[in-house]
């Protein structure tokens, strides 16, 4: 079966680089790694338009600031506030992940971090 995400190599060589940065606590180092691995694989480039369905406060966003365009939605309006106060270069949306007001092929990268648990 092919491995869709990524082979045993690049998750030993993450691992060992999240060792490396972390200062020693499990929830830190954990904490740490879920977001590197998600920008890791998000792999954003300074010309790419991004989407984060259920942006929250805009965190993932901020992360890739550098982006040519940043969109993120989110249906909570406290959250969709607080995103649009930290997220500069690009737009907050108050929308759902069930009916995505955009055209397709709009963005070159999608990311949804803690949305699909809602699915």
């Known amino acids: 079966m092919e491995k869709i995400l990524f082979d045993d190599e690049f998750g030993d060589n993450f691992?060992?680089?999240l060792k490396s940065r972390a200062s020693g606590s499990h929830d830190e180092m954990y904490n740490y790694g879920r977001i590197n691995l998600v920008d890791v694989?998000?792999?954003v480039e300074?010309?790419?338009i991004?989407?984060?369905i259920g942006c929250g406060d805009g965190s993932t966003l901020q992360?890739?600031?550098y982006a040519h365009y940043l969109v993120g939605i989110d249906i909570s309006e406290k959250y969709s506030r607080d995103a649009k106060k930290n997220v500069t270069n690009g737009e907050i949306l108050l929308a759902s992940m069930d009916n995505l007001?955009?055209?397709e092929k709009t963005?070159?990268?999608i990311v949804a971090v803690y949305s699909f648990i809602y699915i």
């Open 101 to 103: 007001p955009f055209k």
């Open 107 to 109: 963005f070159d990268r």
């Open 63 to 65: 992360r890739h600031h």
């Open 46 to 48: 300074k010309d790419n």
């Open 50 to 52: 991004i989407l984060d």
């Open 15 to 17: 691992e060992n680089q």
């Open 41 to 43: 694989m998000l792999s």
